[in-house]
């Protein structure tokens, strides 16, 4: 069956550091990722999204990357700031599928 | 722009008391819309989904059922809450007929004691 999971339930860095948040995915028909940041007692946010054609795709300090040959998936943001703690969600779908399929979430604790 | 809106945003209610938890959207016509629920410190779970007006497709069995009344709003009830009930309430919305963002509102936070 399908599941999305991430390797890492809680990730702590430094103030100004670059962070990586991974994710794995199980159903090799996903076509569409995407991420969510989630602050406490928030709705999720979304941050970016890539679809299977690409590899790469970057936004305002972040930048997604999607391998498929390994099913992996990893949100990288730069100079990480204290506004960026939070808990991070990957999800996936596929055509035909309208919803998303979430992982379980990874917590960012930025140090000043 | 596009807006979305749930209510109430918290509520406390005794084990086998009847649920109504309302979701609208503004700025937008014929939105996907879909309910989720996140157990604490959980991934969220979809639990229905709408494509139009009096159209719910149910992803899981359980203790709740979902109506759209109106093209931009989206309930979420019970007849009998449980105690396994309790959790934040998601509603998303999106557009389009293939995967596209969702977007995500405050949520509802119930409690069942």
């Known amino acids: 069956g399908e599941s999305v999971g991430l390797h890492l339930p809680t990730l702590s860095v430094q103030e100004g550091d670059n962070s990586i948040i991974n994710c794995a995915y199980s159903?090799?028909?996903?076509?569409?990722f995407i991420w969510y940041k989630q602050e406490s007692g928030k709705g999720p946010q979304f941050i970016i999204d890539?679809?299977?054609?690409?590899d790469k795709r970057q936004g305002q300090r972040v930048t997604v990357l999607l391998n498929k040959t390994v099913k992996h998936l990893s949100l990288q943001i730069a100079a990480t700031q204290p506004g960026d703690s939070a808990v991070y969600f990957c999800?996936?779908?596929?055509?035909?599928?309208?919803?998303?399929?979430f992982g379980s979430g990874t917590r960012l604790q930025v140090q000043p | 722009s596009q807006t979305i809106h749930q209510w109430p945003a918290t509520l406390v209610q005794p084990v086998g008391s009847p649920l109504s938890l309302e979701c609208t959207v503004e700025?937008?016509?014929?939105?996907?819309l879909y309910w989720y629920r996140q157990a604490a410190g959980r991934g969220l779970q979809l639990l229905f989904y709408?494509?139009?007006?009096?159209?719910i497709s149910s992803e899981v069995p359980q203790n709740l059922s979902a109506s759209r009344p109106q093209d931009r709003q989206f309930i979420l009830s019970s007849k009998k809450l449980l105690l396994s009930d309790s959790g934040f309430y998601l509603c998303?919305?999106?557009?389009?007929?293939?995967?596209?963002?969702?977007?995500f509102g405050p949520g509802t936070r119930l409690l069942v004691l």
């Open positions: 998303a919305w999106s557009l389009g007929t293939v995967q596209e963002t969702q977007y």
């Open positions: 159903n090799s028909a996903s076509d569409y």
């Open positions: 890539i679809r299977s054609n690409m």
């Open positions: 999800a996936e779908s596929h055509t035909g599928r309208r919803a998303l399929t």
């Open positions: 700025g937008t016509s014929n939105p996907n």
């Open positions: 709408s494509v139009g007006i009096g159209q």
